[in-house]
């Protein structure tokens, strides 16, 4: 038996009884919660700009889309996670090249491509015989499966990501509220648009692991909407959705250890309640104001 079978059976023993100090001692635990922390931050950050600049859809489709890298990885016998970090990003940069060299609207050509990846990627799944561990893991989420690599190469794009995005947040922030004045303010739009899938690709691609394909979408846009409901302000929001963002996803890893439940739901589950909690208290806070 394996370490990660080792791993799992402990995981399931301590959190039948319910006793979070042990859970917390599993070398496998601490590494998820390091995971979680790293792409909680990541996720909030990104998903400021994401659902500003409206494009929810887009990190939806980079998602699903996965589903060939994963496919691919899993039919070639590499790392899926390592056949995810190129797909994903050539996915997203063609995908950006095609709403800008076409006519047709972006959501448009959002669910064309989407509908051929997909498609392919299913195709692929059939192909693969026997033991299907790894492609279901992608796919559903399994940060208990998170590995140092994974860590290395969450923080390497959260490191990058934060670097880009803060030493041009006067331009980012101005992009994002007007392009057109952007333009003539001599922003390179194009290049930062393109760095910016570019980024919002490679988080996608490294925080499947954790929600899986079919969830990535809403750790992305979730914290970042949570935020916005108790800031307009822009340095606020950002700040909020960081928060939200990490706070939310390490209580999701408590959540799936002590109750026995994946680790992918329960986190975007968390994100989901906060959000209603934090929509309902100001509902309330404003009527009664």
Not at 123 to 135: D, P, Q, V, W
Not at 165 to 193: C, E, F, H, K, M
Not at 210 to 222: C, D, E
Request: proline share 2%.
């Amino acid at each position: 038996m394996n370490l990660f079978n080792d791993c799992q059976i402990n995981w399931l023993a301590i959190a039948s009884s319910n006793d979070l100090l042990e859970l917390l001692q599993l070398a496998s635990i601490q590494r998820a919660i390091v995971g979680a922390a790293l792409m909680g931050i990541l996720g909030g950050m990104l998903g400021s700009f994401v659902t500003l600049r409206q494009l929810s859809f887009f990190s939806h489709a980079v998602g699903h889309a996965a589903l060939v890298g994963v496919a691919l990885g899993v039919l070639l016998q590499i790392n899926p996670t390592l056949m995810l970090l190129p797909f994903t990003l050539v996915f997203g940069v063609i995908v950006l090249y095609f709403i800008d060299k076409t006519d047709l609207a972006s959501d448009s050509v959002l669910s064309i491509v989407l509908s051929g990846a997909l498609a392919i990627g299913l195709i692929l799944t059939s192909l693969i015989k026997g033991y299907r561990g790894n492609l279901m893991a992608v796919l559903f989420g399994d940060i208990l499966a998170i590995d140092t690599t994974d860590l290395i190469l969450t923080l390497l794009v959260l490191v990058g990501g934060s670097i880009f995005l803060l030493s041009t947040l006067r331009q980012q922030i101005l992009l994002t509220l007007n392009p057109d004045v952007a333009q003539v303010q001599g922003v390179p739009v194009q290049l930062y648009r393109y760095a910016f899938v570019v980024l919002l690709s490679l988080a996608v691609a490294v925080a499947i692991k954790a929600v899986g394909v079919l969830l990535v979408n809403a750790f992305l846009v979730i914290p970042a909407s949570t935020a916005k409901l108790m800031s307009h302000h822009f340095s606020r929001f950002l700040f909020m959705s960081v928060i939200v963002g990490s706070i939310s996803s390490i209580a999701g890893i408590m959540v799936s250890g002590l109750f026995n439940l994946a680790s992918g739901p329960s986190i975007v589950l968390v994100q989901f309640l906060l959000f209603v909690a934090v929509f309902v208290w100001f509902k309330f806070s404003l009527k009664a104001a």
